[in-house]
């Protein structure tokens, strides 16, 4: 009864504090003749958005600029998290390779870069972007259609009908089916003791529908590439120098420190697990791949986890380079009504959101693979 009193206690204290900050500010506002709330959301904004993925106009409104913000931060966030687990999964694996040159590039790498501010970084990759890339006339030939220059990167951009479509709805079929096999085979393992092929017959199921279904309707494949006018290029697909640098600093930055986190993650698995391996004639990538990184993710979940968050929170420096995240619209929308409170609170509900998304997802991977107790 005394624990239960405390605790009613202490959730009374803190409603009151809450109670208490929120009446003060509204008065104070109120003294200072500012407005409060957010209606301001559906005024026009009159801001000049650069890099959209929706259609983007002036004319619109706060909302709907705070809503490209949302999918700008989202963007950078899902693309880098994937870039950086790559990349960090291969540095940190890297460390251990047997070979000195191999493991020692890896470790400066590591050292470099986790030690060195990520504001720094950005800086540096901004001024590369700008100072050291060619024009736009005179850009870098990386292939056949694609450019880098001080523009960004220009690419060729497949032209989409119908037939596209179809084979991805193919594609997202055979997904599935493919997810049901291995399950299938999972099954099996654990109640005969015999595995049955599983990568090959994934690949086949994945693959050969999407396949046969794009040859069946022609298989359409026109590009729009770009042109090189007397001024700029004109057609194809292009990523802004701004995202291409909150990007590539976001991805290297991250990277050091989840290839710590898969290292430490592998060197936790006992040494003994490699030795039985070597004894069954496995192979050091089959030792990796099928003996060492499905136990070591138990380990390294967890710290993962908190790379992504980091990743995510640390996107809202992307101000410096000028990508308009959903922190950059909302310094924007600040300057133009005067509604900072309503402006940070917003932006304080969008990380925490995105955070606690992650956090779940990533809590419920690590339940999936956690060992279970007979």
Same mark, same amino acid.
């Given at each position: 009864?005394?624990?239960?009193?405390?605790?009613?206690?202490?959730?009374?204290?803190?409603?009151?504090?809450?109670?208490?900050?929120?009446?003060?500010?509204?008065?104070?506002?109120?003294?200072?003749?500012?407005?409060?709330?957010?209606?301001?959301?559906?005024?026009?904004?009159?801001?000049?958005?650069?890099?959209?993925?929706?259609?983007?106009?002036?004319?619109?409104?706060?909302?709907?600029?705070?809503?490209?913000?949302?999918?700008?931060?989202?963007?950078?966030?899902?693309?880098?998290?994937?870039?950086?687990?790559?990349?960090?999964?291969?540095?940190?694996?890297? !460390?251990?390779?047997?070979?000195?040159?191999?493991?020692?590039?890896?470790?400066?790498?590591? =050292?470099?870069?986790?030690?060195?501010?990520?504001?720094?970084?950005?800086?540096?990759?901004?001024?590369?972007?700008?100072?050291?890339?060619?024009?736009?006339?005179?850009?870098?030939?990386?292939? @056949?259609?694609?450019?880098?220059?001080?523009?960004?990167?220009?690419?060729?951009?497949?032209?989409?009908?119908?037939?596209?479509?179809?084979?991805?709805?193919?594609?997202?079929?055979?997904?599935?089916?493919?997810?049901?096999?291995?399950?299938?085979?999972?099954? !099996?393992?654990?109640?005969?003791?015999?595995?049955?092929?599983?990568?090959?017959?994934?690949?086949?199921?994945?693959?050969?529908?999407?396949?046969?279904?794009?040859? @069946?309707?022609?298989?359409?494949? =026109?590009?729009?590439?770009?042109?090189?006018?007397?001024?700029?290029?004109?057609?194809?697909?292009?990523?802004?120098? =701004?995202?291409?640098?909150?990007?590539?600093?976001?991805?290297?930055?991250?990277?050091?420190?989840?290839?710590?986190?898969?290292?430490?993650?592998?060197?936790?698995?006992?040494?003994?697990?490699?030795?039985?391996?070597?004894?069954?004639?496995?192979?050091?990538?089959?030792?990796?791949?099928?003996?060492?990184?499905?136990?070591?993710? !138990?380990?390294?979940?967890?710290?993962?986890?908190?790379?992504?968050?980091?990743?995510?929170?640390?996107?809202?420096?992307?101000?410096?380079?000028?990508?308009?995240?959903?922190?950059?619209? =909302?310094?924007?929308?600040?300057?133009?009504?005067?509604?900072?409170?309503?402006?940070?609170?917003?932006?304080?509900?969008?990380?925490?959101?995105?955070?606690?998304?992650?956090?779940?997802?990533?809590?419920?991977?690590?339940?999936?693979? @956690?060992?279970?107790?007979?």
């Amino acid at each position: 009864m005394r624990s239960i009193i405390y605790q009613a206690l202490f959730l009374a204290a803190l409603v009151f504090v809450v109670w208490l900050l929120v009446t003060n500010t509204i008065e104070n506002l109120r003294a200072r003749g500012l407005k409060s709330g957010f209606d301001f959301l559906n005024s026009r904004s009159g801001i000049p958005i650069s890099d959209t993925i929706i259609d983007w106009n002036p004319d619109d409104t706060f909302g709907r600029a705070y809503f490209v913000g949302i999918l700008n931060t989202l963007r950078v966030g899902i693309i880098g998290i994937v870039l950086a687990t790559i990349l960090g999964t291969i540095i940190g694996i890297a !460390r251990l390779s047997s070979n000195w040159l191999v493991a020692k590039l890896a470790s400066i790498y590591v =050292e470099t870069i986790r030690n060195v501010p990520l504001l720094l970084q950005l800086i540096f990759i901004y001024a590369f972007v700008g100072n050291v890339l060619p024009d736009q006339l005179n850009p870098i030939v990386i292939g @056949a259609g694609f450019y880098l220059n001080k523009s960004g990167l220009i690419f060729p951009l497949l032209k989409l009908d119908t037939a596209h479509y179809i084979v991805g709805g193919v594609l997202l079929a055979s997904l599935v089916a493919m997810l049901i096999y291995n399950r299938w085979a999972k099954r !099996r393992q654990y109640a005969t003791g015999v595995a049955p092929k599983r990568l090959l017959p994934s690949l086949g199921i994945l693959i050969v529908p999407a396949v046969a279904a794009f040859l @069946a309707m022609g298989a359409p494949a =026109e590009f729009d590439v770009a042109a090189k006018t007397r001024f700029r290029f004109i057609g194809g697909g292009s990523i802004g120098p =701004e995202f291409l640098t909150v990007l590539v600093g976001l991805v290297i930055y991250t990277a050091s420190f989840i290839a710590e986190i898969v290292r430490s993650g592998i060197l936790a698995v006992s040494y003994g697990q490699t030795e039985a391996a070597g004894a069954l004639g496995l192979t050091r990538g089959q030792t990796l791949r099928l003996v060492l990184l499905p136990q070591a993710l !138990r380990v390294i979940i967890p710290p993962m986890t908190s790379q992504y968050l980091n990743l995510v929170k640390n996107s809202s420096l992307a101000l410096i380079a000028g990508y308009p995240d959903v922190v950059a619209i =909302e310094n924007m929308t600040m300057n133009q009504t005067g509604r900072a409170l309503e402006a940070i609170l917003l932006i304080m509900a969008v990380y925490l959101t995105i955070s606690l998304s992650i956090s779940l997802a990533m809590n419920y991977y690590n339940k999936r693979i @956690a060992l279970k107790e007979r």
